[in-house]
């Protein structure tokens, strides 16, 4: 079992910046795969970045460039730095921990409670 509770969401201007932490407990942190998805209001929950635990990367392409996942086996946690945020970014952010590395949520197997990212003038 895996256990996984987000932070740092909140409210940010366009053109900002916010860093989002995952915690993980429970289980062997480094052998799964972690992504970020997000959900916005009337949407489906879509991909958003993953590290699997050699630390390769995957972005969704209207993140690449803008949004950095890494993650700190010793510390159990995996973040994710999204700079140059728009409007088209605010959704509930959800954690998530899975044995490969995919876009589909369905592989995943432990998710967070999510936390809210608004991004406003």
């Known amino acids: 079992q895996v256990q996984l509770v987000e932070s740092g969401g909140g409210l940010v201007q366009p053109g900002g910046s916010l860093r989002l932490s995952c915690a993980a407990s429970g289980s062997i942190f480094s052998v799964y795969a972690m992504a970020w998805f997000r959900q916005a209001p009337g949407k489906e929950r879509e991909f958003v970045a993953a590290?699997?635990?050699?630390?390769?990367?995957y972005y969704a392409e209207v993140v690449k460039g803008r949004f950095t996942i890494s993650r700190v086996n010793s510390k159990d946690t995996v973040y994710l730095q999204m700079n140059s945020l728009r409007p088209e970014d605010t959704a509930v952010y959800y954690c998530?921990?899975?044995?490969?590395?995919?876009?589909?949520?369905?592989?995943?197997?432990?998710w967070g409670q999510g936390t809210q990212v608004t991004i406003s003038s």
């Open positions: 998530a921990a899975g044995r490969v590395v995919t876009m589909s949520d369905s592989e995943y197997n432990y």
């Open positions: 590290v699997w635990s050699g630390f390769n990367t």
